[in-house]
């Protein structure tokens, strides 16, 4: 199964900050990486599909990068609804389908 | 509005069974593939299982297999996960999740999510 790593796995920011976070696979995936969005209590959100397009609604202050086996999620200015969780996600070789551990986007 | 809404959770002890329920709205669930994903409590997201859209592909993640079964029923816009022989490490929120497909790329990652239902394994 490929394994995807994310990092950091926590981490403090402000509003208005850059912020970026990684997911690396442990083989190739091509582009075939999402990211997604979880708040307390919620069910996760897709943000990003094919490693750098916004799914419908995305603000475009979130954005995506890499290909192969390195990828960035990047958030240009962090507003108080962009703090939660995010998670990587591969659908390049499944079964199964492999999520990152998540990366908890807290407050400063 | 597609939605997608969970049901059939609860409290059972280790060894018992429970059937989930994932009704689906909005969308021509026929033509979709489903997952169902899990979530124990303060933990990551874990793929549980994966059905195709007519229901003849079928995958599991390995800590399941044998033991938790995906089927759907297309007539009622309904997916399903029986879930046999629990175990205390069982317990999580599963949410049923639906394959995005695009024109362009295909099958693209999970959306939309339902808002989950959570099963606890416990005497």
């Known amino acids: 199964a490929i394994r995807m790593t994310q990092s950091p796995s926590s981490f403090s920011a402000s509003t208005g900050d850059r912020v970026t976070i990684t997911c690396r696979a442990s083989?190739?995936?091509?582009?075939?990486l999402a990211w997604y969005q979880q708040k307390p209590g919620k069910a996760p959100k897709l943000l990003i599909y094919?490693?750098?397009t916004l799914q419908s609604g995305v603000p475009s202050r979130f954005s995506g990068s890499g290909s192969g086996t390195d990828f960035t999620l990047t958030i240009s200015c962090l507003q108080s609804e962009d703090f939660a969780t995010y998670y990587c996600?591969?659908?390049?070789?499944?079964?199964?389908?492999?999520f990152g551990q998540g990366t908890k986007l807290e407050i400063k | 509005e597609v939605q997608l809404v969970e049901s059939g959770g609860g409290l059972v002890q280790p060894g018992g069974s429970l059937r989930l329920s994932c009704a689906a709205s909005?969308?021509?669930?026929?033509?979709?593939?489903m997952n169902w994903v899990r979530q124990a409590p303060g933990k990551g997201l874990e793929w549980v299982s994966y059905i195709s859209s007519s229901g003849s592909t079928i995958y599991y993640a390995d800590s399941v297999k044998g033991r938790f079964t995906i089927s759907r029923d297309n007539a009622k816009n309904s997916l399903y996960l029986q879930m046999n022989s629990l175990r205390a490490e069982d317990t999580a929120v599963y949410y049923c999740a639906r394959v995005e497909i695009t024109m362009v790329r295909g099958p693209v990652g999970f959306d939309p999510w339902g808002q989950g239902t959570l099963v606890t394994v416990s005497s």
């Open positions: 996600q591969q659908y390049y070789s499944y079964p199964p389908y492999t």
């Open positions: 909005g969308f021509t669930f026929s033509s979709y593939e």
């Open positions: 083989q190739g995936i091509s582009s075939y």
């Open positions: 094919a490693a750098s």
